[in-house]
């Protein structure tokens, strides 16, 4: 059964950090291409980075040198750390992991909210 599964996400500050998780079982982690989205109330849900099995990583211009995507194979694990927060940065977050055009699988998300 795969399952991937966020957590990490909690109630921070503006200007604050957050380091988000997805652990991933059930699928040979390590060939997919890992995804962080996210969706806010309202909103339709955003690409913000992703990171394929090759080393190649790339930010949505929203997030670009505020959050770090990382990865660990061995674990299974895939983390999005977050800096700098903003209140606009407020949404449910989710990782997918992509193993093929066809075959993908999404997290139910974690709630990140940003607020003094």
């Known amino acids: 059964q795969v399952q991937l599964v966020e957590s990490g996400g909690g109630l921070v500050q503006p200007g604050g950090s957050l380091r988000l998780s997805c652990a991933a079982s059930?699928?040979?982690?390590?060939?997919?291409?890992v995804y962080w989205y996210r969706q806010a109330p309202g909103s339709q849900r955003e690409m913000l980075a992703f990171?394929?099995?090759?080393?190649?990583?790339n930010y949505a211009d929203s997030v670009r040198g505020r959050f770090t995507i990382s990865r660990d194979d061995a674990k299974n694990m895939a983390y999005l750390q977050m800096n700098s927060l903003k209140s606009e940065d407020t949404a449910v977050y989710y990782c997918?992991?992509?193993?093929?055009?066809?075959?993908?699988?999404w997290g139910r998300g974690t709630q990140v909210t940003v607020s003094s």
């Open positions: 059930g699928i040979n982690f390590g060939s997919g291409v």
């Open positions: 990171y394929t099995p090759y080393g190649s990583i």
């Open positions: 997918r992991v992509a193993m093929s055009s066809t075959e993908n699988y």
